[in-house]
C-alpha cells in the first residue's frame, strides 16, 4: 500500500487501514499503538515470529545481558518467559554495573526498564538499588561538554541521540539542550554522519518537538526534521527501499515512521524498506534487535506509552525449531579459498604494512583469515578481540591498540570498499583481498 500522507483521496483507504491495523497491532501487542502511525507498515507474521525467536534465544543466552533485545522484545509486544529472564537479568545489571557504563548504554538500559513498566529512578536488585536517570543525565552532560569543546563526543553520536531518547521519553532532565545541540550538529554536518548516526540523533529532536514550548527551539527542530527525513526519503528512492545499508534502514524507518508530519505531503512507500529487510533474513540479534521495532509499526519513543495494566496475553511458544535449522546454505566441503590480507599503519608511531596470503576453507569467516595470518607469523600478524553485541571486535593488530581517546580503530576493506560486517560474519571470497587499516573515525 502506497503511504500517502495529508492526500485527502487516500482518506478512505487510510481510514480502512487505520481499523484493520490497529486491530493487528492490539492482537500482537494487547496494548495501544499510541505515537505510531497505524497504517500497515508491518511485516509479516512469519518473519515477525522468525525475528522475535532469535531475539528469545538470544535473551536465554548466559552472556552479557542485551538492553537492546529486551527494548525490540517489548516493542513487538512479546511476553515469553525468555523475556522475563532477560528482564530480571538487565534489572541485576543496571545497579551492579551503570556506573561504568558508556552514557549510550545507560540510555539503552533505561528505555529497557521503561518498556518493560520499569521505573528507572529506582532499580532494585539484591540489595542494591540505583537511578538510572541521574546517571544517565550526568553521563549525557559529559558527552555534551566534550562534544561543544572537541566538537565529538566522548563515545558516538549515535549514543548521544540514545541518551537524549531516554532523558525525553521519561520526561526527566534536561533533553531541551541535548536536543538543541543535536540539531545544530545535524545541520551543520549531515553529509559527514551514518543514516544510523542521523536516524538516532533525529529521533530524539522528534520527542524533544512535542514536549519544548520554547518556539526557537521548535523552529530549530522543524528545520532539521524536515532536512533529515526528506534525506532519508530520497535515499530510499535512490537505494531501491533501503536508506544507508541493510542494518541502518529499521532505525531510518523509526525515524519515517515518527517523523511524518515534517516531511507531509511527501508521501512514504514504508513497504518497500519492510520488504528490503525481509528478504535479507536477518540472523544477528542485534541486527534483529534494532530492526524489529520498526517493523511492528513502533520506534524507540513508544517506550514509556506502552500499556502496563498486568499480564496482557501471552504470545503463543514460539518455534525455536525454525529458528535453529535455518542455517544458512552449506558451503562446498573439502574446498579451501585463498585470500590476500594486508595490514596497514601510517597513522600513528612507526608506520607499516605487510601483506600475505592465506589458506581457509571455503565459507570461512574474516576471523579464520586474520587466525590463519597470525599463525604464519605471530610478531607480524598478532591481533587481539574484544567480544561486543554485535560479535568481535578487532581492537588491536600488530600490538597496535585502537583507542576511545584517540579516535582510531582498525577499519576494514574488501578491495577498497569498506565492510558493512565485522570479522565474526563477514565471509570472503577466493582470491579477495582483504585489507586491515588503521584509521581515524
Ligand atoms: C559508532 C560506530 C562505530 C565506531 C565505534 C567506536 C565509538 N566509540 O564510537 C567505530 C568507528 C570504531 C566502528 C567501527 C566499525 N563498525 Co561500527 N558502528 C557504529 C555505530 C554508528 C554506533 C554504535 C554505537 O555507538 N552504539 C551505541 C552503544 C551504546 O552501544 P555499544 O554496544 O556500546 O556500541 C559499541 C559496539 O557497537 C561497537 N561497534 C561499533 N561498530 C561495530 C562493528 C562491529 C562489527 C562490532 C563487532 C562492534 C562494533 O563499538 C561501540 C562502542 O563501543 C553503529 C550503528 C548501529 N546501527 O548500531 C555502527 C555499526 C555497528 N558498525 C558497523 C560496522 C560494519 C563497523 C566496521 C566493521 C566497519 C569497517 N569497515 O571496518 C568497524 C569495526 C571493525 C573492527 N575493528 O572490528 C555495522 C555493523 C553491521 C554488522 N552486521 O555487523 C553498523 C551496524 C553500521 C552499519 N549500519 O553498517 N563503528
Ligand atoms: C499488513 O501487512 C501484513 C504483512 O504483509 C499482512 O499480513 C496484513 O494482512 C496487512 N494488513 C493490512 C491491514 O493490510
Ligand atoms: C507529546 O507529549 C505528550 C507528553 O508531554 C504525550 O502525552 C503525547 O503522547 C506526545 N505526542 C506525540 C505525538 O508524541
Ligand atoms: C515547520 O515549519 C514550517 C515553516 O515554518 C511550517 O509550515 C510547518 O507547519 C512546521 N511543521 C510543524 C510540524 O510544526
Ligand atoms: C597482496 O596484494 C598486494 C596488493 O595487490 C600485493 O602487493 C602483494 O604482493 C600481495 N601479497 C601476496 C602474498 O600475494
Ligand atoms: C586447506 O587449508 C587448511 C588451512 O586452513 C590446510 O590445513 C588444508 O591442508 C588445506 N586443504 C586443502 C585441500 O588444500
Ligand atoms: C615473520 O616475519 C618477519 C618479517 O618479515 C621475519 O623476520 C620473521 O622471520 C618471520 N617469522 C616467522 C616465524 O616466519
Ligand atoms: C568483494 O569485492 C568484490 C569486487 O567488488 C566483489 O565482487 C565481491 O563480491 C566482494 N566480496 C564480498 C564477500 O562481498
Redesign the pocket.
Known sequence: MQRQRGTAGTEVLRMLGVALSTAVLLALAGCGAEGTDPQNCTVSAEERARMLGILQLSAMDSGTPNPSVLLALNLAGDSSKARQELLERIKETAAKQAKDMSSGQVALYTLALRSSCCDPRDVAAHGQSVDLLSILQEKTDQELTHLEQNGTPKSSLFSVGLDAQALCVTGAGDYESAATILAKQLQRSQDKLSVDEQAMMALALVCAYNRTEHKDVQDLLNRTLTMVSNGFLDKQAEGNGIIGNIYSTGLAMQLLLAAGKFYAPRPWDCTQPVAAITAQHLQQPMAVAQALPALVGRTYLDSASLDCSPEAPTTAGMQLDTVLTKGTTPEQAGSNITVNYTITNEVRGKHFSYSTEVEVPAGSVLLVVLEEAQKSNKTIFSFKTESTFWGPMVVSIHGLAASENDRTFWQFF??S?PLQEGVGT????DG?HIRAVFSIY
Open positions: 574488501n578491495g570498499v563477514y565471509k570472503p571470497q579477495e
